[in-house]
């Protein structure tokens, strides 16, 4: 337990104070931020440690006591620092509860990017492992709150790589899902694996794509017949591919398969309007939406107001969910 403190006014606005977990997960001798200790006596806060020092075995010790005192901070400025940091242990977010809301979307987002790309760049069971603990993470801190989730949704990336683009698909799916969500529905009422499993297909909906060479993925003019034939095999080869490593949940073969189905029946690959489930329909306006508003090799980012506005007039797409995407969109712009 951190002792209560009479803290000055303000300074949670500069620093925030770390725990033991946080303190364990820095080199232990050369912490990677500054550290600065609050002087009761004279009721300010004072730098403890600098960057590129060496804390003695005696100071580490110190420390780790004045942090269980509850009296160690960092600085708000060095967030930058403790995003990468805490980003490859994300389940430390979940314990500091001093950070703030947009600095946990801003680690969440930083941590899964970076874990898709790898997954795209190794698509082997052992990272998948690592991509499925980070996600479990993602939701179990949403389940907390779902509203977080707007957090996330206001940080999308605007260039596009498919990491980036999958983490986007991530946020926005699960913005879709959750304001679909009914009025009365209550999480602690509710078993979270198919949540966890929904999160997933999302983040997961282009992992085909791996398999398409990157000169066809990154190609700035219009595709040959062939080539976009080979595009379309990633809603398939993703979840074969999936398959093979023994992920098998039917909300990620939904959002695998279908994000390209379109209600016309004009989509790929069944091309069959009526085998779209309502998961498979919010991934579609999700994948869309995200691809829309970033900058690709081919095409120019578009305004996502633009963007929400187009997929509510194309009949393609179910209207109750491109419509929830411009509700958030117009909520958003008035504050
Ligand atoms: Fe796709
Ligand atoms: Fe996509």
């Avoid at 806060?45 to 160690?72: F, H, N």
């Avoid at 707007?150 to 990491?163: D, N, P, V, Y």
């Avoid at 039917?250 to 790929?268: A, I, K, M, N």
């Amino acid at each position: 337990m951190q002792a209560d403190k009479d803290f000055p006014n303000g300074l949670e606005e500069e620093y925030y104070q770390i725990n033991n977990d946080i303190l364990q997960s820095f080199n232990k001798f050369r912490p990677p931020l500054n550290i600065y200790r609050f002087k009761e006596d004279v009721s300010r806060v004072l730098p403890y440690y600098k960057v590129g020092e060496r804390l003695s075995k005696e100071q580490t010790e110190e420390l780790s006591d004045m942090v269980d005192a509850g009296i160690i901070f960092v600085s708000r400025d060095d967030h930058p620092v403790y995003v990468k940091h805490i980003s490859y242990q994300l389940d430390l977010v979940l314990l500091d509860k001093h950070l703030k809301e947009k600095e946990i979307a801003e680690i969440f987002k930083a941590a899964l990017t970076r874990r898709m790309a790898a997954f795209f760049d190794q698509p082997v069971k052992i990272v998948y492992d690592k991509v499925q603990e980070d996600v479990f993470t993602f939701t179990e801190y949403l389940w907390q709150d779902l509203s977080h989730i707007k957090a996330m949704a206001r940080r999308l990336h605007t260039e596009h790589s498919l990491a980036n683009h999958s983490v986007n698909c991530g946020f926005m799916g699960l913005l879709l899902h959750i304001t679909g969500l009914p009025s009365d529905y209550n999480v602690e009422a509710k078993n979270r694996q198919p949540f966890d499993r929904t999160a997933l297909g999302f983040f997961l909906h282009d992992i085909g794509m791996s398999k398409v060479p990157p000169f066809i993925r990154d190609k700035t003019k219009a595709l040959t017949p062939e080539e976009r034939q080979k595009v379309q095999t990633h809603t398939m080869s993703g979840y074969e591919m999936l398959g093979r490593l023994d992920v098998k949940y039917s909300e990620v073969e939904q959002c695998l398969t279908q994000h390209h189905e379109r209600l016309d029946g004009t989509g790929y690959p069944q091309r069959a309007s009526a085998a779209i489930t309502p998961l498979g329909q919010v991934c579609a306006v999700a994948d869309s939406f995200c691809a829309m508003i970033s900058k690709r090799p081919y095409a120019a980012a578009m305004d996502p107001m633009a963007a929400a506005k187009r997929l509510c007039d194309d009949k393609r797409y179910a209207s109750e969910i491109t419509h929830r995407l411009l509700n958030f969109l117009v909520t958003e712009m008035k504050k």
